[in-house]
Nanobody, 117 residues
Framework: QAQLVESGGGLVQAGGSLRLSCVSSESILSDDAVDWYRQAPGKQRELVASFTRVGDTVYTDSAKGRFTISRDNAKNTVYLQMNSLKPEDTAVYYC???????????WGQGTQVTVSS
């Protein structure tokens, strides 16, 4: 059964950095879409950053200039580098992969990021 395992979350002070990792048990191909979402308490899950199927990167306005999504297909791993963290970035962060040729998508279990002021 395909699965994603996230890691790298934790507690950090405002202005600090974290790098999240997401390892897939399935091979990630170049035309698979990969995303990072987050969900804060009492709020809906929101998209943070994406690699589209055509290889473009997309960021939500709050992430632009601070977060960077990257991928290493050889390691079946997706990363989210988060710099200049703010308390409002506190949330559970989820990795999501759409395996476009295989016709299914999967979610990771989430990793908690807490930014203290």
């Amino acid at each position: 059964q395909a699965q994603l395992v996230e890691s790298g979350g934790g507690l950090v002070q405002a202005g600090g950095s974290l790098r999240l990792s997401c390892v897939s048990s399935e091979s990630i191909l170049s035309d698979d879409a990969v995303d990072w979402y987050r969900q804060a308490p009492g709020k809906q899950r929101e998209l943070v950053a994406s690699f589209t199927r055509v290889g473009d990167t997309v960021y939500t306005d709050s992430a632009k200039g601070r977060f960077t999504i990257s991928r290493d297909n050889a390691k079946n791993t997706v990363y989210l580098q988060m710099n200049s963290l703010k308390p409002e970035d506190t949330a559970v962060y989820y990795c999501h992969v759409l395996f476009s040729r295989r016709g299914f998508d999967i979610w990771g279990q989430g990793t908690q990021v807490t930014v203290s002021s």
